[in-house]
């Protein structure tokens, strides 16, 4: 019992802030460039709540300057800039600070924003190259959609995940992103979105082939996994149906087929065949069983999410993600192995990853 214990690892995600007496959370201080205290708390929000009125030094960049480069868009629904840089460099308080410019996607248009982090900045930026692509090539993508063989199939079966309404835009995001934008390089000119936009028409073409062999499997393994999961009892159940739950909403987070890899979203059939195979299993008798495996995955889960912030734990911030993918292995290793993994998986490999 000692040792069970002293092998037992503490991680951030055992502790809850709100609950920290004041003492045993840190003491921050911020200063200028001169030594002069300009804050002090215990929260980090509370600091950034009580600096946004600070006013910046003669030397400092105002926040809002982005919005003069020539660059910089507020509503863009074509490539328009000369040159999109990968980074500019501000001053804060007398240092040299590197941001990187990224688009952002929304429903009809692509704006800009200035991002800390440059691996976010680029995906991001994808996402808006898909947008842009998307709409540029809205009928040939239209033109492909309405004749995949399984869409009818799809908007029935899929409503949960992919409403009806939103169906035809998702796929047409993934045929795109397929065709020109994953595994290529970024644009940063003109000539360059220009260059690409003259391929997309013979590359849809090709993006459909494989979307179109894809969809009637998530479609069936998606309806085959739901039945399952309204077949569980909640009540006797009520672990293993919340680990599903969380599994599912990481696995379909919003705009879904906008930016996770088709290496991965290729195996989302299989991932949901999994899923209905462990409810399955676990009608049969398979209780105890299951709970070992899922304690396994929740340490190494709540280990990795912990390595992250609170606000750097969405999933689209992850999708290329070794290890993320490695636990959706995982989980069909452990719970369907019947059904095969991708690469070869066990908990010391996500061990090795997380060290």
Not at 2 to 28: G, Y
Not at 123 to 142: E, H, N, Q, V, Y
Not at 193 to 212: F, H, M, N, S
Request: glycine share 4%; aromatic share 8%.
């Amino acid at each position: 019992e000692l040792t069970r214990h002293a092998e037992t690892r503490i991680t951030a995600a055992d502790f809850q802030n709100d609950k920290l007496e004041s003492n045993l959370r840190f003491l921050i201080r911020v200063v200028d460039d001169e030594g002069k205290t300009l804050a002090t708390d215990r929260s980090v929000d509370a600091i950034k709540q009580s600096l946004g009125a600070v006013t910046h030094g003669a030397d400092d960049t105002p926040d809002n300057s982005f919005e003069a480069e020539d660059w910089a868009r507020e509503r863009m629904t074509a490539w328009d800039i000369d040159r999109f840089p990968a980074e500019v460099i501000r001053r804060r308080g007398g240092v040299q600070v590197a941001q990187y410019p990224g688009l952002i996607a929304h429903s009809d248009f692509v704006s800009t924003q200035l991002f800390a982090e440059p691996s976010v900045a680029e995906t991001s930026s994808r996402m808006g190259l898909t947008r842009l692509f998307s709409l540029a090539c809205r009928k040939d993508l239209r033109a492909q959609i309405r004749h995949l063989p399984a869409i009818a199939d799809a908007k029935l079966k899929l409503g949960a995940i992919l409403p009806a309404s939103v169906l035809e835009p998702s796929l047409a995001d993934l045929l795109i992103r397929l065709a020109v934008v994953e595994k290529r390089p970024m644009i940063r000119t003109s000539d360059e979105y220009a260059a690409r936009l003259a391929e997309a028409p013979a590359r849809i073409g090709e993006a459909t082939q494989d979307v179109a062999g894809w969809l009637p499997k998530l479609t069936a393994a998606y309806h085959a996994m739901r039945y399952a999961r309204e077949e569980t009892s909640p009540a006797k159940f009520p672990a293993v149906l919340d680990d599903v739950d969380e599994q599912l909403a990481w696995l379909f987070s919003d705009r879904f087929l906008l930016w996770t890899p088709w290496q991965h979203l290729q195996h989302f059939p299989r991932y949901l065949q999994a899923i209905a195979y462990r409810l399955d299993k676990l009608k049969a008798g398979a209780e105890q069983r299951d709970a070992e495996s899922r304690q396994v995955i929740a340490m190494l889960w709540s280990r990795w999410l912990a390595t992250k912030r609170e606000d750097d734990r969405e999933p689209k911030n992850h999708a290329d993600s070794e290890f993320r993918w490695m636990i959706e292995e995982l989980r069909v290793s452990q719970f369907a192995q019947p059904l095969g993994t991708a690469v070869k998986v066990s908990p010391k490999r996500c061990e090795k990853l997380l060290e």
